[in-house]
């Protein structure tokens, strides 16, 4: 029971983790072509994705290891939740550490004024490679999670 639920919980804040993300990237390009009032504002909304986001990836994190550790941890899992145990690590630290460092500095740079400067830009790009390489670590993980079950048939 206690495993099963950790199970869905996981799964629905993975989903709104993943969604949130999606429009992020497009939503910064917006921010810089837009600039003035409108990219500030812009600049605020997409700051509350990013804040939804934070809170989603810790508890994705949470649920995550929780489901790993009540099915019975590295004893009752192979090396494919293993891999996914670091994967999950290496999400919550491009969240953490690469896409909200990115907003915040776009957002800075829109407040300020300096749309074209070259550090808006680089925060935009900082944003964008963090949520590519978070929707990849995602799909990654969910291709792991489907293998035995339902994907290794096909090979
Ligand atoms: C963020 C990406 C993730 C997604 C989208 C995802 C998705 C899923 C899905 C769809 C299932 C159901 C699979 C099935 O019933 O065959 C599942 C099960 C499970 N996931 Fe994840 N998962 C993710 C990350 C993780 C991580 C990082 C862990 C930690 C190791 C984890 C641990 C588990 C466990 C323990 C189960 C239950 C497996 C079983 O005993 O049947 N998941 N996950």
């Known amino acids: 029971m206690l495993k099963s639920t950790l199970v869905v919980l996981h799964i629905i804040t993975a989903a709104a983790w993943f969604g949130l993300g999606l429009r992020l990237a ?3 390009r917006k921010v810089l072509d837009l600039g003035g009032e ?4 812009l600049a605020a909304d997409g700051q509350d994705s990013v804040r939804q986001m934070n809170i989603f990836v810790v508890l994705t994190l949470v649920f995550s290891l929780g489901a790993f550790v009540a099915g ?3 004893a009752a899992y192979g090396p494919l939740y293993h891999t996914s145990v670091t ?5 919550a630290a491009d969240q953490l550490f690469v896409i909200r460092p990115g907003w915040n500095a776009l957002q800075a740079a829109v407040e300020g004024g300096d749309v074209a400067a070259e550090a808006a830009d680089s925060a935009r790009k900082k944003v964008a490679i963090g949520t590519g390489m978070g929707h990849l670590l995602w799909l990654v993980m969910l291709v792991l999670m489907l293998w035995n079950q339902y994907l290794a048939a096909y090979l």
């Not at 409108?38 to 504002?41: D, N, R, T, W």
């Not at 994967?87 to 999400?91: S, W």
Request: proline share 0%.
């Open 26 to 28: 497009g939503r910064a």
């Open 87 to 91: 994967l999950i690590v290496l999400l």
């Open 72 to 74: 019975g941890h590295f």
């Open 38 to 41: 409108a990219g500030v504002a």
